[in-house]
Structure formats: C-alpha cells, structure tokens
C-alpha cells in the first residue's frame, strides 16, 4: 500500500523508483514470513486446525508451481496442467484463510495452542 502512494515523476515508471522497490520488497517478505508462521503455528495443532494449517502452507505453494510451469510453456499462456495446480492452490489459499479467521473469530486459541492457556 505504500509503495503505491509514493511520488514517482510523470511518465517514470513506479518500477524504475528505488523507494517503490524497497516498499515493495519489504511488503512481500512481511507477506511470506507472516503466511509462514501462521501456517507452521497452526500445524502444530491437533484436528481441523492443522488441516487449515496445512492448506494455507500448500496454497501459495501450488500457485507459485502453477505459476512458474505456466511462464516456462510456450507463449506463457499455460495449458491444463498449469490450471490444474494453480486453480487448488487459489482455492486451498482462500477457504484456509476463511478457516482461520473463523478461528480467529471464535476465539478457538486454546485448541490452536494445544490445550494450554495463552498468558
């Protein structure tokens, strides 16, 4: 979101502007080390939690597979199989992120933490 209320001079491109970068790259690591976290501190959980946990793990994973397979077929347009591991990554990403919001919103933490009482 900063990276994007950054002034850039007209007729620049954003990716040309050093701070845009900086922001940019700051936010995707933020991005993947909170997915990260969150995903190994829920499979630590026994149950449904570590079935959310697992799903929001192999998500980004299968889109960036889908993505990566997709850029490298001929003309970047990606064929079926690009889809087929793509299209469950998207969907795994986005019940497991309603999963833990549910959780969030129920206050299930003792069941994510074990049975223990957070302090």
């Given at each position: 979101?900063?990276?994007?209320h950054?002034?850039?001079?007209?007729?620049s491109?954003?990716?040309?502007n050093?701070?845009?970068?900086?922001?940019?790259?700051?936010?995707?690591?933020?991005?993947?080390?909170?997915?990260?976290?969150?995903?190994?501190s829920?499979?630590?959980?026994?149950?449904?939690?570590?079935?959310?946990?697992?799903?929001?793990?192999?998500?980004?994973?299968l889109?960036?597979l889908?993505?990566?397979?997709?850029?490298?077929?001929v003309?970047?347009?990606?064929?079926?199989?690009?889809r087929?591991l793509?299209?469950p990554?998207a969907v795994?990403l986005?019940?497991?992120?309603?999963?833990?919001?549910?959780?969030?919103f129920?206050?299930?933490?003792?069941?994510?933490?074990?049975?223990?009482?957070?302090?």
């Amino acid at each position: 979101m900063v990276a994007n209320h950054l002034p850039v001079r007209a007729g620049s491109n954003t990716l040309e502007n050093p701070p845009v970068i900086a922001w940019l790259v700051v936010g995707l690591l933020g991005t993947i080390l909170g997915l990260l976290l969150t995903g190994l501190s829920l499979l630590r959980a026994r149950g449904p939690v570590r079935v959310a946990g697992s799903m929001l793990l192999a998500g980004p994973l299968l889109l960036l597979l889908g993505q990566i397979l997709s850029n490298a077929s001929v003309g970047g347009l990606g064929g079926p199989f690009e889809r087929a591991l793509a299209a469950p990554g998207a969907v795994s990403l986005f019940f497991s992120g309603i999963v833990v919001g549910v959780l969030a919103f129920k206050g299930d933490t003792r069941r994510a933490l074990g049975g223990r009482r957070p302090r």
